[in-house]
């Protein structure tokens, strides 16, 4: 008995004692840690985070919330104690309010604030792929909490244009001026994003956590970004993805009288330009980087596959039949077999 730390109390699944060092406490109740199983999959879970409760049942989240139990226990009147001021809750701070999702009572030291509702860390995941969140990479369509991802992918950011009222006299609120005041709608989740917090790339404004390519959700800084359409992308995705190709026969040939263009602004970078294969946006002489008559910014010259910045002796090239170019570093070049002469390396 000493070796588990003496005493023991009985386990609630299979009622044999269960000791200090091997206890799992879940809704106030002690488990083994072998006997924390979801009760419909028989999966061991590896903590209290990692489980749901419907009345005395205990679940694995991916099975509670495919069996609807979310909503059953939606429909279970929560009633507030008037004994709050338990050893229990006076660990996490005392007091207490339910849960958005299970509503359960979640105390102040395990509170996930959004939106203006509050949340089990545990239970702050999103509703159509069940990944756990942070509030930087999420997003609501009336009632679902949503990944960014699930969001776009599934229409929400366009059903959320349709019912979003324009924006009013807000006011300088606590909040708003925390981040310079004001603030606009992400281009991604459609919330406020404020000066502090906002990343500005081709015209429009997202929050840095939305900030990230729609195809294989990297995150990004504007030097790695590019657009086709409304589709945010990371340069190896644009150019795998064979967006390049498609971007240039919609892009509008005005490239004539571009060149009256040449203001202060562009004088800096010595006038007039041409569009970078890479990000498809103006590069000037002064910042312009030249590999197999194709030019690039020099920030935009990076392998395909690991992103690393290059110079053009450094690189290794594979020619498109539209005529560009798509660039490797020396290493990711051997390792990915570019260099079969059946690839048709770049002479």
Known sequence: ?????????????????????????????????????????????EGASKAEKFEDTIYCKPCFTKGGFAQKQKNVKWVKKDNTNTAYSTKFGGGGNPCTV?????????????????????????????????????????????????FGEGGYRAKQAKITAPSGNTGNTAYSSKFGGGGNPCTVCTKTVYSAETVSFEKQVYHSGC????????????????????????????????????????????????????NGRFA??????????RCVKTVYPAEQLSY???????????????????????????KLPDGGVDVYCKKCWMDLGLNRAKLNPTE
């Open 292 to 318: 197999e008559k194709n030019v690039f910014h020099s920030g935009c010259f990076t392998c395909l596959n690991c992103s690393k910045i290059m110079s053009p002796s450094g690189a290794e090239g594979k």
């Open 211 to 262: 900030f990230k390519c729609t195809d294989c959700e990297k995150q990004m800084n504007t030097s790695q970004a590019a657009k086709y359409d409304e589709k945010l992308l990371c340069t190896k995705c644009f150019g795998e993805g064979g967006y390049r190709a498609k971007q240039a026969k919609v892009k509008a040939s005005t490239t004539g009288t571009s060149s009256a263009a040449a």
């Open 102 to 150: 299970c509503t359960k009572t979640v105390y102040p030291a395990e509170t996930v604030s959004y939106e203006k509702e509050i949340y089990h860390s545990g239970c702050f995941s999103c509703m159509d792929c069940q990944k756990e969140l942070k509030t930087s990479g999420a997003a609501k369509f009336e009632n679902k909490l949503l990944c960014t991802k699930c």
């Open 1 to 45: 008995m000493s070796r588990w730390g003496g005493g023991g109390s009985k386990c609630t699944i299979c009622t044999k004692t269960v000791y200090p060092a091997e206890t799992i406490q879940f809704e106030k109740l002690p488990y083994h840690v072998d006997c924390f199983k979801c009760t419909t999959c028989d999966k061991k879970m």
């Open 268 to 277: 800096k970078f010595g006038g007039g330009g041409v569009k970078c294969v």
